[in-house]
């Protein structure tokens, strides 16, 4: 059986992330570096992007952000998969 254990402070790779209430957060690969990165929706429709450097999460902002200008309304729920069956990540 898997166990947790709870990171906090420096030793939780994602601390100090604080995009509001009703976060809805989703790893995928998206940079083919082989490490997951974070893509966090928010209550206001918008979508953050966290870039894995060797387990150190950056937030990528304007142009390096891919949903950068993309406002669903509300409650961003960001998901991947392979959709058109392609070998890459597709977002919806």
């Known amino acids: 059986m898997a166990t947790f254990q709870e990171k906090t402070g420096a030793d939780n790779p994602l601390n100090g992330v ?3 209430n009703n976060s ?3 790893l995928a ?6 490490d997951l990165d ?24 304007g142009a390096a952000n891919p949903f950068n200008g993309v406002d669903v309304g509300q409650l961003a729920s960001p998901r991947f998969a ?3 069956k392609d070998g890459d990540l597709d977002a919806f």
Do not use: H, L
């Open 38 to 61: 974070a893509f966090i929706g928010n209550i206001n429709g918008n979508i953050k992007y966290f870039q894995n450097n060797n387990g150190s999460f950056t937030e990528q902002i």
């Open 82 to 84: 392979d959709v058109d």
């Open 24 to 26: 809805a957060p989703v």
């Open 18 to 20: 604080d995009v509001g």
């Open 29 to 34: 690969d998206v940079d083919g570096d082989g």
